[in-house]
Every structure is written in structure tokens, then in C-alpha cells.
């Protein structure tokens, strides 16, 4: 095996450009600052909408990248949601270290899963990662006493964070909050797939034969992918929990698996951006669609996905590569 110091020079400097940031980066950030000072009175779906985002591109990383077809992620963050909420109930209120947990609970969920789940594919697997998404939220409903049951659980109160930051009625702390947390998860998705470990998922989405064939041990790495996918979920339940103070069953919902789903196909799975474009598209089109019509919202989301998947197989993102294209050509 040739090693890095024998390899081409341009082969290094593709590795290296592969992990460089370029400005355009930047923009989604800047954006989000910029809500923040110009918004002040939409903080609260400014949160949703942070929040969404991280539980999206914990969905891109294993289906975008693994080609790991699931419907039952919300499993992972209606358990990251419950485990922030009932330590928050039994006293444990600092909000860090309520993240770190609900994460790692999730991981751990993600990996036993995984070993499962992970060896069948296809309709089987799909069918499967939702039968345990239902299970979960059948054992919660019926443990009442630990999560409120059909009620919610409710008495949650968080501490300030690093003792400073007080949880406003105006969610400012909240946005910022949330804003920290979707920051460094990207960075680590964006580690992960820039990385071989990354590149090997890539592979085993479009040819798992191959990967097989060339000795890459399949089903460790999607287990793995799994797990992470599984604690980033749970990280983005916690944060609802934290900055909501309540949860109930619905975390666990079939409809908010779909939902996700369906916010990162609009923007473009396995492009990393995809839920930074996806999820604000759905978000703003639902609360825009149900204010106007209340019962059939749900037509005009399933005409834009339409729309969307007629002009681009790759989401909004194929969209404007396509527009950009063009225009270089037309310049």
C-alpha cells in the first residue's frame, strides 16, 4: 500500500483541499446571526428551526452518505427528549451535561440497534426501523410514571447555562443555544465525511458488493455511522426538551420521522447542506400553507416535494448547481 509520503503531490493536495473551508461555508451561519438581530419576535421558530436542522444532518449522514433507509430516527430523539427530561425532573438540571447524556443514551440505542437491524436492507430494513421507533414510544406511553405517559412529562425546569445564561421568555438564550450546539455537530459531520471513513460510507451506499469485495468491514461502519447519527438525534431531542421544558409522545412520532425525511430530500441528501436548506424551506412553507388553510396544509408540502422532485433528483441544492451551471456557460 503506497503511503501518504509516496503518493502524488496532487493526490495530497486533493486530500487537503477536501478538508479546507471556503468561504461559502460561512453563509449559513451568517444567516443565522442575522435572523437572530433582525427576527427578534420569530426566536421561537428560529429554535425549532435550529433544532430541526441538526436532526436532519444527523439523517444525512447515514442515509445521504450510508444509504441507510429509516424511518424511525425520531426514536433517537424522543429518547435524547425523555432521558434531558426525566434527569431535568430528578434534579439533574444543568443543560451541558444533559446534552452529553441524551446523546450518549441515544448512541448506545443506535449501536444495539444497529448490530440488528443493520444486517437485513432494502423494504426489510425500513419496515423494521420503524416497527422499533412504534415499540419505543409504546414502552414510553406505558411507563407514565417516568414519562408522563400521554400527558407529557411536565415540571421541567433547566439551570442557566454556565450558570449565566438564564432561559428567556424571548428565547434569545435559547436561539444562541441551539445555534452553538448545530455548529460544532456540523463540524463533526463535516469531519466525518470529508474523512476515509467518510469516503468508505460513500462506497458502501453505491456498491456494498464491492466494499465487501475489497475487504472494508461493512457492517462495523454502519454500525458506527448509526450510532453517531443516533447520539447527534438525541442531542437535538435534549435541546427541544431544554428550550420547550416539556415533552411528550409526539417526539416519538411516526410523522416526525417522515418529516425529516421529507425536509432533507427538498434540500439534497448526502450534499451536507441539504438540511440547512431543507428544513427552513418546510418549516416556513408549513406555518405559511397552515395559516392559510388549516386542513389541507399538508397538499400544498406534498405538491413543493413534487415539484422539487420533478426538477432535480438531488433537491433544491441540484437545483441551483443546475442554475449555476447555465449561467457559467451563458458568462
Not at 421561537?44 to 439523517?59: C, E, H, K, M, P
Not at 468508505?200 to 461502519?221: K, W
Not at 416539556?246 to 438540511?275: K, T
Not at 413543493?304 to 458568462?331: P, T
Amino acid at each position: 500500500m503506497t503511503s501518504l509520503a509516496e503518493a502524488p503531490p496532487a493526490a495530497i493536495e486533493a486530500l487537503a483541499r477536501r478538508h479546507r473551508f471556503r468561504p461559502s461555508e460561512a453563509l449559513p451561519w451568517l444567516v443565522a446571526l442575522l435572523c437572530f438581530f433582525a427576527f427578534p419576535d420569530y426566536l421561537a421558530l428560529g429554535t425549532q428551526v435550529l433544532i430541526s436542522i441538526l436532526f436532519a444532518l444527523s439523517l444525512d449522514l447515514i442515509l445521504g452518505y450510508g444509504g441507510i433507509v429509516t424511518l424511525g430516527q425520531a426514536a433517537f430523539f424522543g429518547v435524547g427528549a425523555y432521558t434531558a427530561g426525566i434527569l431535568a425532573v430528578h434534579g439533574w438540571t444543568e443543560p451541558l451535561s444533559g446534552l452529553v447524556a441524551a446523546g450518549a443514551v441515544a448512541a448506545v440505542l443506535g449501536v444495539v440497534t444497529g448490530l440488528i437491524l443493520l444486517r437485513t436492507e432494502g423494504l426489510t430494513l425500513l419496515m423494521l426501523t420503524l416497527v422499533v421507533a412504534e415499540m419505543i414510544r409504546e414502552g414510553a406511553n406505558k411507563a407514565s410514571q417516568w414519562t408522563g405517559g400521554a400527558d407529557g412529562l411536565q415540571g421541567i425546569s433547566i439551570s442557566p447555562i454556565f450558570g449565566l445564561f438564564r432561559f428567556d421568555l424571548f428565547r434569545r438564550t435559547s436561539y444562541l443555544y441551539a445555534l452553538a450546539a448545530l455548529f460544532l455537530a456540523w463540524l463533526l459531520v463535516r469531519a466525518i465525511v470529508h474523512s476515509p471513513f467518510g469516503r468508505s460510507l460513500t462506497g458502501i451506499r453505491e456498491n456494498v458488493a464491492r466494499m465487501r469485495a475489497i475487504g472494508s468491514p461493512v457492517l462495523i461502519r454502519l454500525v458506527t455511522a448509526y450510532g453517531i447519527a443516533a447520539a447527534l438525534s438525541g442531542v437535538a431531542g435534549a435541546l427541544l426538551t431544554q428550550t420547550e421544558q416539556f415533552v411528550s409522545l409526539e417526539v416519538l412520532s411516526f410523522a416526525r420521522s417522515g418529516a425529516v425525511v421529507i425536509m432533507l430530500i427538498l434540500g439534497g441528501a448526502g450534499r451536507l447542506y441539504g438540511a440547512f436548506v431543507g428544513v427552513p424551506l418546510y418549516m416556513l412553507a408549513q406555518d405559511q400553507l397552515a395559516e392559510q388553510f388549516p386542513i389541507y396544509w399538508s397538499t400544498g408540502i406534498g405538491l413543493l416535494l413534487i415539484a422539487v422532485s420533478l426538477g432535480a433528483r438531488g433537491g433544491v441544492l441540484d437545483l441551483w448547481d443546475a442554475a449555476a451551471r447555465r449561467w457559467r456557460r451563458r458568462a
